[in-house]
C-alpha cells in the first residue's frame, strides 16, 4: 500500500511560480510516479513523470517550465512550477505504480490533489 499526499497548492498570478509536494510512503526507489491534473471541466491529463529506471518524461504542454525531483531520501516528490498561465489552472494529483515501469494514463495510488488556480 502506498499512500500520498498533497501539499503546495494556491493561487498564484500568471507568470508566477509554486512549488508542489508530494509526501510518499509504502513505496520502492523503482517506484514508477508522477503528477497528473484535472483542468475544471476537463479530463485528467499527465503532467510530468519519474519513471521505475529513473527517466524523467513531461507532457508537452509543460516541457520547459515544470520541473520534477524527489528529495535524497525519496520521501517527497516535487513539481516546480515556473511561469505559470492561465490554462494550468487544475487539480494537481501526485501518483505511483509499484506495477508498471512507467505511469502513462493512470496509477494504482493517488493522493487526494491540491488545488492550483493561476489568474491572468
Known amino acids: 500500500q502506498i499512500h500520498l499526499a498533497e501539499s503546495g497548492g494556491g493561487s498564484v498570478q500568471a507568470g508566477g511560480s509554486l512549488t508542489l509536494s508530494c509526501e510518499m510512503s509504502g513505496h520502492t526507489p523503482t517506484t514508477a510516479m508522477g503528477w497528473f491534473r484535472r483542468p475544471p471541466g476537463k479530463t485528467r491529463e499527465g503532467v510530468a513523470f519519474?519513471?521505475?529506471?529513473?527517466?524523467?518524461r513531461y507532457s508537452d504542454s509543460v516541457k520547459g517550465r515544470f520541473t520534477i525531483s524527489q528529495d535524497n531520501e525519496k520521501k517527497i516528490m516535487f513539481l516546480q512550477m515556473n511561469d505559470l498561465k492561465s490554462e494550468d489552472t487544475a487539480v494537481y494529483l501526485c501518483?505511483?505504480?509499484?506495477?508498471?515501469?512507467?505511469?502513462?494514463?493512470?496509477?494504482?495510488?493517488w493522493g487526494q490533489g491540491t488545488q492550483v488556480t493561476v489568474s491572468a
Open positions: 519519474i519513471d521505475s529506471d529513473g527517466t524523467i
Open positions: 501518483a505511483a505504480d509499484p506495477w508498471n515501469n512507467r505511469l502513462i494514463a493512470g496509477a494504482t495510488y
